[in-house]
């Protein structure tokens, strides 16, 4: 029973890790890091795709808001069902936390390996603009390695995240974060934090793909209405920071491509609420378009569509 709550809580969306925390299950949360560290990249890869599949297995919950989620999503063609791009994504979460898990034990030669940048010439020119840049992406692919790539092979970056409730699970966390080069501004407080990054001509990582308790706007994703944050809008519209859409892409060979791509090209009507909603909308389309294109490396089973217009929203 222990070993299913694990792998229940392991396919939870933004919490891969979570299940490290309890000791009720410690033994399997040891075993995991174990393989992850102890074994060459293939074959701990190998293994966390295997975790994910486990997962896939005993987290009834997620498997079927994942499946229904897609069906409401996506149309289908060439034999692929909901049910394959589930287990696919859950296998791509398994090799993601096997992947974070290693960071301290993966040199810059090895991040330089395995992860190619199309596109870098577009953060090159935002930062000698001297306003620093927000790079936009969503909990698409691995994207801690995404950030502990461009800090590895391109500039300083300091991700928005929400600080972990359990405060071991926050410094474990942190730990591998720190290992690759880079660490994260509590959402609830990020602010200052935000524009001393951008003043020292840094970039600055948002997830804007999920809905949470944050300020937003409805736009449509999927052709659905989704409460979206619309901070990525109000920094840059603040600050003149560059906005640019950014995903890591997961290969076959579990190799991994980074595209950059152009900047936003923000619409500024002198209605603040409309220029929110308008360039929400903008880079939600983007986001959408490599969630249709690559439907296995995003979490569908986060409630997405949870909230709906006429809700009452709490900020």
């Keep these: ?143 801690e390695l995404l950030a502990a790539s461009l800090v590895e092979q391109v500039a300083p970056l300091t991700p928005i995240a929400r600080r972990l409730r359990s405060q071991r699970l926050d410094a474990l966390v942190s730990g591998w974060r720190r290992a690759a080069g880079y660490s994260t501004i509590d959402r609830d407080s990020a602010a200052r934090d935000i524009l001393r990054c951008l003043n020292r001509n840094e970039l600055i990582g948002v997830l804007a793909d999920v809905d949470t308790s944050v300020d937003g706007v409805f736009v449509d994703f999927m052709g659905r209405p989704a409460h979206t944050p619309y901070s990525p809008v109000a920094i840059a519209l603040k600050t003149g920071a560059t906005v640019l859409p950014t995903f890591i892409i997961r290969q076959p060979d579990d190799s991994h491509r980074v595209v950059v791509e152009p900047p936003l090209n923000l619409k500024r009507t002198g209605d603040r609420d409309k220029d929110f909603l308008i360039n929400t909308q903008m880079f939600t389309e983007i986001i959408e378009s490599y969630v249709r294109r690559y439907p296995e490396q995003w979490i569908w089973m986060h409630e997405r569509w949870k909230k709906q217009p006429g809700d009452v929203i709490d900020s």
């Design 1 to 143: 029973m222990n070993y299913q709550r694990a792998m229940r809580i392991l396919a939870q969306p933004g919490n891969m890790s979570r299940f490290l925390k309890d000791s009720s299950y410690g033994f399997t949360a040891k075993l995991v890091c174990a393989f992850a560290v102890m074994f060459p990249r293939k074959i701990a890869l190998s293994f966390g795709a295997l975790l994910g599949s486990v997962a896939y297995r005993f987290a009834s919950e997620q498997r079927v808001l994942a499946e229904k989620n897609i069906n409401l999503s996506l149309e289908f063609k060439d034999g692929t069902s909901a049910k394959r791009i589930v287990r696919r994504c859950f296998r791509n979460l398994g090799k993601n936390l096997i992947e974070f898990i290693r960071f301290p034990h993966t040199s810059s030669e090895n991040n330089r390996e395995i992860v190619t940048f199309e596109g870098k010439t577009h953060i090159d020119d935002a930062l000698a603009e001297g306003k620093g840049a927000i790079i936009l992406t969503g909990h698409f692919g691995n994207w």
